[in-house]
């Protein structure tokens, strides 16, 4: 059982910049953590590697401080990881990572399972595992809180808005993995020194994935930003409710009334 795990650095600080002439975020000198979401899709991947053995790979696009990222997946017990990093990739929508990332896939060739967060803390768009398995023509399996392997199909249990579904595939599949489909794991601080000290990260540019210049980074992503801000937090007063319980509830629909809010 050989699997991918597409993984993405994410800004610890919530104000990063915005460059309005080229419509992307800065992320210059903001530090950079593993997207939360991320660790689940590696604990994922961890789980079924120690149930029915094989290879974990891990990749990111980024730029040279993404190589901190990886070291922390390689530190909680995967194989192997690869950073796709070149200047021509900045600037990069859903669209170009995405085609970035099936360049590198298809560079690595062999897998049966690729498994995403079904999204980044910083983006929050789920685009990028979908439109993966669209340019890899593979099956896709989205939202995952359970996986289960049979043979050569691929099983697992969807979220939806309020309930669940069990869909089944072939593989290999593009799997997409909720936040709560488990509790990843934390290393220890031996694995992390190794990670660090003896492991390598695997750096690819463009010459080695050998995709269209002009689909790459800025280039090749339709979609810019706008604006980026800062949500404001409205903070009002607090009400307490007194009297016995249906005082409190008759009470507590009369200002929901007010409110309009039922």
Known sequence: MDIVVCVK????????????????????????????????????????????????????MGPEQTDETLREALSLGIDKAILLC????????????????????????????ILCGKESA???????GPQLA?????????????????????????KLENEYRV????????ITVE??????????MELVLEAC??????VWGAEELSGEVENFGLKGSPTQSNKVYTQKVIRGTVKTLKGDVETIARD??????QKNLI
């Open 86 to 113: 070149d200047r021509r990739f900045a600037g990069a929508d859903t669209l170009s990572t995405a085609y970035t990332l099936s360049l590198a896939l298809k560079k690595i060739a062999r897998f049966d399972l």
């Open 122 to 128: 910083d983006g929050m768009t789920a685009h990028v």
């Open 167 to 174: 869909l089944e595939s072939p593989l290999p599949a593009v």
């Open 252 to 257: 507590f629909i009369e200002i929901l009334n």
């Open 179 to 188: 936040r709560e489909i488990n509790q990843p794991r934390i290393t220890s």
């Open 9 to 60: 650095q994410v800004p610890e600080a919530a104000d990063i910049g915005w460059d309005p002439d080229r419509g992307t975020l800065v992320r210059k000198g903001i530090a950079g953590i593993l997207n939360p979401n991320d660790k689940n899709a590696l604990e994922a991947a961890l789980q079924l590697k120690e149930k029915h053995g094989g290879l974990v790979t891990a990749v990111s």
């Open 134 to 158: 669209e340019m890899l023509d593979l099956p896709q399996l989205t939202c995952a809180t359970e996986i289960d392997i049979h043979g050569s199909s691929v099983q697992i249990r969807q």
């Open 197 to 202: 000290r003896d492991k390598e990260v695997f």
